[in-house]
Every structure is written in structure tokens, then in C-alpha cells.
């Protein structure tokens, strides 16, 4: 069977090289002809030479078929594309050259070249047909294109993922633009690993590509900085920066800010957020932040000053705007202009009366309470003020009370105690944040030496409320100090705290702690070590590292802390004293 359908396709393919062999011969005679014409029509010098380069070319491909008639099948299949093409193309060239020239031929010669009407009438269906389909196609690409950049700017991201995907697939080398849409469009519905790998390919680590695609993922490297130890992040973000293109944008300026940050150049950083301010106004409070860092003052009070006159033209033109209203009462604020940034405050509560809004009024209370904690400590009327005016504005802001607990222990005076406790049992009597309201009494009570009502409310609230880290921290803290502790579910409450905020130190401190009582001194080591970088209060992880060195007999770290300890004591006394002396006066 198979070798009869070989014994076929031979003799098809014999049949087809019989009649090229007499369409290219029907083609030699009419470029013959032509050159037999030539001094009739005058033609240009040299075309002679340029019909007798064709002819030889037509006799070589004949002598190539008729010349040995055993060549392979394979050479044969080989052959015929090469042929087919230029025999018709040669035929066209030969019609337009000379249309009239066959007028005086011989009516054999004549006939041959009506051999070649059903090539050129084929080739130029097929010109047609392709001409056709490129544009057909192209048409149909720009169709997706558009319907994929509109999907995306309504934010129906999943039909602009499915568009994007038709045009990529079919088209593999689709031009870049067209693929960052569909990586944005994978970014916006989750799609993280293809998004990925579609920004990979249009921003290479080790070549230069499309720069918007640069700056994205100067982006993402620029979220993984914490500090310039991760050298390879760094390289990496320096790199796609190079690479983002000369035009001159806020994001781009910001990304170069956050570099230098990190590598601690503050002036080249400054340089490049004044930029990304000039640009879009709305930096100007980031920019005043650096000024700060850099311990710039003027620089800070003039990116204030510019941020509040750039607000409050914003608020005339809308003055529903929420972030206008805290930006602008946080730039009054530093501006040491504290009744000015309450009445925005306030003024933004009154229009839009929601509940981020009054989130936010409430934070700004929580704000001016750090403020004046770190200007006058021992004014705490005045910070239980503050607080007071927060929780009126949001009783569910769980920051409040944290503070609120930390204000009764700084506390010295029971009047002040007495206050904050009446404050949360009328707010507890009314139904006000249960759940929040005894965290809070916990602490107070705790603060106040009466550990059986602080357990009691931290038992309540975590009831009420098991999936805030706080409470299930503190309530592992209290349990591992009770007269019995169960130091099991202490670690288990612990352990669900901290997988809501793996690096809190306060969690850890708790942690080391209960490891400290279970009896694994070199596993709490490890603890406290980890937090001595981020907690706040240094002085109380070194003295408990003394002790747990010298509990292994190793006096030398213990020394080492200790030593530690006492100095971060002394340091901690002299701010205190000097922030109780205020600030110097230069004297003549």
C-alpha cells in the first residue's frame, strides 16, 4: 500500500516537473524574444545583459530537472519551492516590462506566454490573500488591544487578563507596551507568577528592555528594602533604575529617594524627592519628613509651609477630599499651629461624618498624645485629654488604649488612675468596645497590682475578641505570671500572636519569657538577641541577658550587657533631664 502511494506521489511530482520544464522554456523563448526587440524599443544600456542574466538563470534550473531525470524525490521537493516562485515572479516581470512587445512574436511564442496567465493570475490572488490577511489581522489585534486597555481603565482586570492573553499567545512577539498592559492586568487579579515572569521578560536583570517595565520592578525591589545590608536587592534596584528611561516622573524620583535612603546619602535623596514634589505636590510631606531625618530644619518648615498653602488651594476645589483634610491638619500641626489643625480636624469630621474619617481625627488625637508624651512626659492631664477626645471620635481604635495603658503606668498620682478607670467602666457600662474596652481595664488593674481583675478582663476580651495580637499576647503573659501557670497555653496564645506579627518585640519579649520558664535558657537568649535592634526598652533585655548569662556561668557576655544596660540607663536619664529643663537659651 505505502509503496503504491509512493509510486503516485512520484509521478505527480514528475508531472509537475514536465510542466514547469515547459513553462520555464515558454518563459527562455519570450526573453529572447525580448532581446530580439531590443533595438527596436531603444531600451536603456545594460538591460540586455540583464534578460540574458534571467534566461541563464530559466536554462539553469532547466538543465537542473531535464539534465537527470533520476534525481533524488527529496532534491526534487526541495527544488519546486524555489522554482515556483520564480517562474511566476520572472513571467510578471517579463509582461510589465515589455506589454507590447509581443505583438510581432510567433504565434508559438505567443502561446507560451499564455501559459503564464494562470501563474500571474495566482500570484496575485496570493499577493491579495496575504495583503489581506496581515491587514485582517493587524485589524483584529488593535480590536483586543483597545478592548483590553479599556477593560483595564473601568478595572474589569479579569476581562483585560483574558484579552491580554489571546494577543500574547498568538502573537509571541507582540510589541512591549501591549505585553505591560497584560502583565498589569496579571498583577491586578493575583496572577502574581505569570505577572512575574512577563515583567522578567520585558525588564531583564542582565539587559536593558521596556522601561516602563524597568521602573515597575525598581518597585518591587524597592519594597524589599529594609536596610543596605541586602547588597543584591540594592544592585538590583540601581539597575532597573538605570534602565527606566530620561523621562523624568514623581514614581521614578521616589524610587531613586528610597535608594539613596537606604545607602544613606540624604542629600542626593533630597535632591531627587524635591523633584518628585515639584511634580506632584502631594510629596511635599515625605519630603519634609526627610528634611527631618536629615535634621534639616528650615528645609523641613519650608516643605510644610508649601504642603499647607498647596491643601488648602486643594480643599477650596474639593472639600470632601479626606487625605486633604489629615495632611493638611498633620503640616498645621508641625507647624506648631495645634487649635489651626484641630479645626481642619474637625472640619473634615463635620462634612463627611464617616467612619475613616473619624479613624483618621481619632489618630490625629493619638498623634498630639506622642507629641506631647516626648515634650512634657509629666503633663498627664493634658495626654489623657487627647486620648479622651480619640476615643470620642472612634472607640474602636485599638491604638487608644494601648496608650491609654501606658499612661496609667507613667502615671504617678492615683487621682490620674482613678480617672482613667472611671473612663473605661462608664464606656464599659454603656457598651462601648467590649472587647477593647476590658483590654484596657486589664492593663489598668495590672498597672494598679491587682492581677485577679486584669486576668479576669483579658480573659473577657480575648472571648470577645481572639483574633487581636495584642490581647492574645498579653493575655500569654499574664497566664505564665499567674500563681499557676499553665505555660502550655501560654505558649500557645504566644505562638498565635506572633504568626500575626512575626517581628512585634513586645510578643518576642513574651516569648523569651515563657521559654525562660519552661527552662530553655539558650533558646530565650536567642529571643532577646533577635529584639535588642527594634525594642524600645534596651535597658530591660540586657539586664534579663545578664542574668540568663551568668545563669550558663558566662561572665564575659554578661559583662559585656551589663555594661550595656547601664549605659543605655545613663543615656535614657540624661534625655529625661534635659527634656525636664527644656530647651537652652544662647546668653550674651
Known sequence: MFRFAYQILTSALQRGSDFLIEQLQALSDILEGFLQLECSFRLMDGSAGFFHGVSDVCEWFLISLQ?????????????LPILVPYWMGSTILAVLSHPFSFMDLETSRLSNFYWGIPSIVAMALTLATGIHASTTAKSIDDRYRNSMIKAMAIGNFELAKILGGRLVSDRPRVDPETRFYYALALQKTGDMQRYQAVLASLAPSDAPGYAPAHQMRAMIFAEQLKDGSNKAVLK????????????????????????????????????????AAKIEPRNLISLANLYAKAKNKSGENRALRAAETYLE??????PLSHDDHIQLAIAQAR?????????????????????RMRRSAAAFYVLKYDVSVNENPADVALQFGYLEKALKQDSYFGEIYERMILLCERSR???????????????????????????????????????????????????MDPNYPLVTNNLAWMIAHSDQPDLTRAYSLVEKALSAKP????????????LIKQGKTHEAIAEFEAILSSTSDEVSIHRKLVELYQKLDRQDMAKIHLEKANGFAKKVSYEVEMRKRGPTRATN
Open 236 to 275: 538590583q534596584l540601581r539597575w532597573h533604575l538605570d534602565n527606566s528611561g530620561s523621562e523624568l516622573s514623581a514614581d521614578v524620583e521616589r524610587l531613586w529617594t528610597a535608594y539613596y535612603v537606604t545607602i544613606g546619602q540624604l542629600e542626593e535623596a533630597l535632591e531627587h524627592l524635591e523633584n
Open 335 to 355: 507647624l506648631d499651629k495645634p487649635d489651626l489643625a484641630e479645626e481642619t480636624v474637625l472640619r473634615g469630621v463635620k462634612l463627611l461624618n464617616d467612619a
Open 313 to 318: 488651594r486643594r480643599l477650596k476645589d474639593d
Open 413 to 463: 498620682s492615683n487621682n490620674e488612675r482613678e480617672n482613667i478607670l472611671e473612663l473605661f467602666k462608664s464606656m464599659l457600662a454603656a457598651g462601648k468596645s467590649v472587647a477593647l474596652t476590658h483590654f484596657a481595664l486589664s492593663g489598668v488593674y495590672h498597672t494598679l497590682g491587682d492581677n485577679s481583675k486584669a486576668q479576669f478582663h483579658l480573659d473577657q476580651s480575648y472571648r
Open 67 to 79: 539534465g537527470d531525470i533520476d534525481r533524488p524525490l527529496w532534491l526534487k521537493i526541495v527544488m
Open 503 to 514: 517581628s512585634e518585640p513586645k510578643f518576642r519579649d513574651t516569648l523569651a519569657t515563657i
